[in-house]
C-alpha cells in the first residue's frame, strides 16, 4: 500500500487548484490521481474564450487557464498519476485505483478531495423518441471530438439544449463550416450565460427556438432529420406543432451531472438538488477529512469559481491533517426557501475567528427580478440582506455572510428570496 | 433614421441598448436602453466597431496531439472572421509548440497575430506523455 498525505481524485481545474493551495498550505505528500492522459480536464477541449475573468482579471481561453496550473504544478513535488482509474475508495481513506503500466493500485491517504467532475447527461436521459442512427452526440463529446482529436462530427446541426456547450458548439461547428438549423429549448428561456446566447446564437444568425423540444429523431444508418414540436409549461409536447428539419446530426445540452459514483459507493449522502455530497463551509463531505469540490459537488458556470471552492478544499485538507480545525459543537444547518434551488455549503460546521465571511453559492429556480436575498436565523429573525436585479436559473450567485452574525447557539438558518419592495 | 439593436453582455441583465444614428456622418443622434457607463461604452464599439476574437485549432505534425488551440491576440472585425478562419485552416505547425508562441504574423493584413494556446510536445512514442515532464514522475512501486 502507498501512503500518501492528501489524495486529489482528479486533476481537471478543481483537482489542480485543490492541490496547490494544499501544498501551499503545507503539505509535502500529494498525489493526483487523473483518469485522463493529460491534467486540465475538461478546460482541454474548451478552446473558446472568456475563463478567467475572475480569477486571474484576463480573458484566457481553457487549455490557457489549465496551462497555468499545470506549470505551477510541474514547480513543486506534487505527484501525479495520469491514465490513472479510481475504481473505490471507502471511508478509511483507502483507494483502489488502476493503470495500464502498474496494474492495480492500493493507496492509503491522511485526506482525500473529490475532483471528479461531472458528465453530460445524454439522448436516454431526456427520453428523446425515434430511431438509433449515428450521429447522434451530447454537445461536449463533439466538443472533444472536434478540438482534441480532429473529427468534424457532422454538417447539418440540430441543436437540443440551450446550456453554455450547447451555445458554444453552434459557434464552432459554424465557424468549422457546418450549418446549424436551430437550437432548441424546452424551458422559456435559455439555460446558457447572456454572453454565450449573443456572441454564439445572435452573431451567426442561428435561431434560439424556446418552448421547443426534438419530439422524434428520424434515420436509418445516419441522422435525416429530427421533428420538431412546441412544449407546454409542464415540458410536455403539443400535438400538432410538429415540423421536420432535415438534418445529419444532433447534439444534447441538456445539462451536467455530477459523477459521483465513488462517492455513492462509499455511502456518502448526495444532495437532490446539486447531484454532488453534502458538505459543510469547507466543503468537507459526511466523512471527516473526504472533501469535495468542482462540479463533482454542483455544477458551476464558471470555473473561476471553481478555482476558488478547490482552494477552500484544498486549504481545510490541509488543516485536516495538520489537526488545526475547530469543529462546532453543533452544525448549522442552512435551509432554503422554496424558490431556491439549493445552497452550497447545506451546513456550518466550524468555528473559525480569522475568517470574515462564509461564501455560499446558490441557484435559484426561476427568473426572478428586483428581489431581495435575506438570511435569518432559527427564530425568523433576519441577519442580513442582499439586493439583486436579477437572477436566472443559469448564472449561480455567490453571497458572502459575516461570520460574526453566526451566535455560538446557532441551529439553522434560512435563506429567502422576496420581492424588493418599492 | 436607421437604428440599432445591441443586447448588452457585460452583466445577467442583458439590457437592451437602441441606438439611432445618421448614415452620412455616421454620428450617433440617440442612444437609449443601457444601464450603466460600461453598457454605453461596449453600445457604441459594438456599433462602431464589433469585433471578436477567434478561437480555433491548427494541425500539428508530430505532436503528442493532432490539434493545437490557437486565439487571435484581439479582436477580428466581424465581417472578417470567415475569412481569417479560411486562412488558418490551411495553417500546420511542426511540434514541439510553446503556449503564447506566434503560430501566424499579421493575419489577412489586420495586423493581429494568431497565438498557441497551450504547450504541445513532440510524440516520443509514450502513451502517457505527462511522466516524463519534471515534478510529474509517478513513483515506481515495489
Known amino acids: 500500500m502507498i501512503d500518501y498525505d492528501l489524495v486529489v481524485v482528479g486533476g481537471g481545474p478543481a483537482g489542480l487548484a485543490a492541490a496547490l493551495e494544499a501544498k501551499k498550505n503545507g503539505i509535502e505528500r500529494i498525489l493526483i490521481l487523473e483518469r485522463d492522459k493529460y491534467l486540465g480536464g475538461i478546460l482541454q477541449q474548451c478552446i473558446h474564450n472568456g475563463f478567467g475573468l475572475l480569477y486571474f482579471k484576463e480573458e484566457l481561453t481553457g487549455p490557457e487557464?489549465?496551462?497555468?496550473?499545470?506549470?505551477?504544478?510541474?514547480g513543486t513535488n506534487i505527484d501525479v498519476k495520469t491514465?490513472?482509474?479510481?475504481?473505490?475508495?471507502?471511508?478509511?481513506?483507502?483507494?483502489?485505483?488502476?493503470?495500464?503500466?502498474?496494474?492495480?493500485?492500493?493507496?492509503?491517504?491522511?485526506?482525500?478531495?473529490?475532483?471528479?467532475?461531472?458528465?453530460?447527461?445524454?439522448?436516454?436521459?431526456?427520453?428523446?423518441?425515434?430511431?438509433?442512427p449515428a450521429g447522434i452526440f451530447t454537445a461536449g463529446t463533439a466538443q472533444r471530438y472536434l478540438n482534441l482529436e480532429g473529427y468534424m462530427p457532422g454538417k447539418e446541426v440540430v441543436i437540443l439544449g440551450s446550456g453554455d456547450i450547447g451555445l458554444i458548439m453552434a459557434r464552432r461547428m459554424t465557424l468549422e463550416g457546418a450549418d446549424v438549423k436551430a437550437v432548441l429549448e424546452i424551458m422559456p428561456f435559455s439555460s446558457?450565460?447572456?454572453?454565450?446566447?449573443v456572441q454564439c446564437l445572435d452573431d451567426f444568425g442561428i435561431p434560439l427556438l424556446l418552448k421547443h423540444t426534438i419530439s422524434r429523431i428520424n434515420g436509418k444508418d445516419r441522422v435525416e432529420s429530427v421533428i420538431i414540436s412546441k412544449a407546454d409549461e409542464n415540458m410536455s409536447v403539443i400535438t400538432g406543432t410538429e415540423k421536420e428539419i432535415p438534418c445529419d446530426t444532433v447534439l444534447f445540452s441538456v445539462g451536467l451531472i455530477p459523477e459521483n459514483e465513488l462517492s455513492r459507493e462509499m455511502g456518502l449522502s448526495l444532495d437532490k438538488a446539486t447531484g454532488g455530497p453534502v458538505v459543510n463551509e469547507l466543503r468537507e463531505t459526511e466523512v471527516r477529512g473526504i472533501f469535495a469540490c468542482g462540479n463533482?459537488?454542483?455544477?458551476?458556470?464558471?470555473?473561476?469559481?471553481?478555482?476558488?471552492?478547490?482552494?477552500?478544499?484544498?486549504?481545510?485538507?490541509?488543516?485536516?491533517?495538520?489537526?488545526?480545525?475547530?469543529?462546532?459543537?453543533?452544525?448549522?444547518?442552512?435551509?432554503?426557501?422554496?424558490?431556491?434551488?439549493y445552497i452550497i455549503p447545506q451546513k456550518i460546521s466550524f468555528i473559525d475567528r480569522e475568517r470574515e465571511m462564509i461564501k455560499f453559492f446558490m441557484r435559484v429556480k426561476r427568473p426572478e427580478e428586483d428581489v431581495r436575498i435575506s438570511i435569518a436565523d432559527g427564530?425568523?429573525?433576519?441577519?442580513?440582506?442582499?439586493?439583486?436585479?436579477?437572477?436566472?436559473?443559469?448564472?449561480m450567485l455567490v453571497i458572502n455572510f459575516p461570520e460574526k452574525l453566526i451566535k455560538d447557539n446557532t441551529e439553522k438558518i434560512k435563506m429567502f428570496i422576496e420581492k424588493e419592495r418599492r | 433614421m436607421p437604428g440599432k439593436d445591441i443586447i448588452c453582455i457585460l452583466c445577467p441583465r442583458g439590457c437592451r441598448i437602441k441606438i439611432?444614428?445618421?448614415?452620412?456622418?455616421?454620428?450617433?443622434?440617440?442612444?437609449?436602453?443601457?444601464?450603466?457607463?460600461?453598457?454605453?461604452?461596449?453600445?457604441?464599439?459594438?456599433?462602431?466597431?464589433p469585433s471578436r476574437i477567434i478561437t480555433t485549432t491548427v494541425r500539428v505534425k508530430n505532436g503528442e496531439l493532432p490539434l493545437l488551440p490557437v486565439k487571435t491576440e484581439r479582436g477580428i472585425p466581424k465581417d472578417l472572421i470567415f475569412?481569417?478562419?479560411?486562412?488558418?485552416?490551411?495553417?500546420?505547425?511542426?511540434?514541439?509548440?510553446?503556449?503564447?508562441?506566434?503560430?501566424?504574423?499579421?493575419?489577412?493584413?489586420?495586423?493581429?497575430?494568431?497565438?498557441?494556446?497551450?504547450?504541445?510536445?513532440?510524440?516520443?512514442?509514450?502513451?502517457?506523455?505527462?511522466?516524463?515532464?519534471?515534478?510529474?514522475?509517478?513513483?515506481?512501486?515495489?
Open chain 1, 192 to 197: 446558457g450565460l447572456m454572453r454565450n446566447k
Open chain 2, 83 to 142: 475569412p481569417v478562419m479560411k486562412e488558418i485552416s490551411n495553417i500546420e505547425v511542426e511540434a514541439p509548440v510553446r503556449i503564447g508562441q506566434i503560430i501566424k504574423r499579421n493575419l489577412l493584413n489586420t495586423g493581429i497575430d494568431l497565438i498557441a494556446g497551450r504547450d504541445i510536445l513532440k510524440y516520443n512514442g509514450d502513451e502517457f506523455p505527462d511522466k516524463k515532464k519534471k515534478g510529474a514522475e509517478a513513483p515506481v512501486i515495489e
Open chain 1, 296 to 341: 463533482v459537488l454542483h455544477v458551476h458556470d464558471l470555473v473561476d469559481y471553481v478555482s476558488e471552492e478547490s482552494e477552500i478544499a484544498g486549504r481545510a485538507a490541509a488543516a485536516y491533517i495538520r489537526d488545526g480545525l475547530e469543529r462546532r459543537e453543533r452544525e448549522i444547518i442552512v435551509e432554503r426557501a422554496e424558490n431556491i434551488n
Open chain 1, 379 to 395: 427564530e425568523n429573525k433576519k441577519l442580513a440582506s442582499y439586493k439583486r436585479d436579477l437572477l436566472t436559473p443559469g448564472e
Open chain 2, 20 to 49: 439611432d444614428y445618421n448614415v452620412d456622418n455616421s454620428s450617433v443622434s440617440n442612444i437609449t436602453g443601457y444601464g450603466c457607463q460600461k453598457g454605453l461604452d461596449y453600445g457604441l464599439e459594438e456599433l462602431h466597431n
Open chain 1, 83 to 132: 491514465g490513472t482509474m479510481v475504481v473505490r475508495i471507502n471511508r478509511k481513506k483507502e483507494i483502489t485505483a488502476l493503470n495500464s503500466k502498474e496494474g492495480l493500485l492500493f493507496i492509503k491517504a491522511g485526506a482525500v478531495i473529490l475532483a471528479m467532475g461531472c458528465r453530460e447527461r445524454t439522448r436516454e436521459a431526456v427520453r428523446i423518441p425515434g430511431d438509433r
Open chain 1, 65 to 74: 487557464y489549465a496551462d497555468r496550473f499545470i506549470k505551477k504544478l510541474s
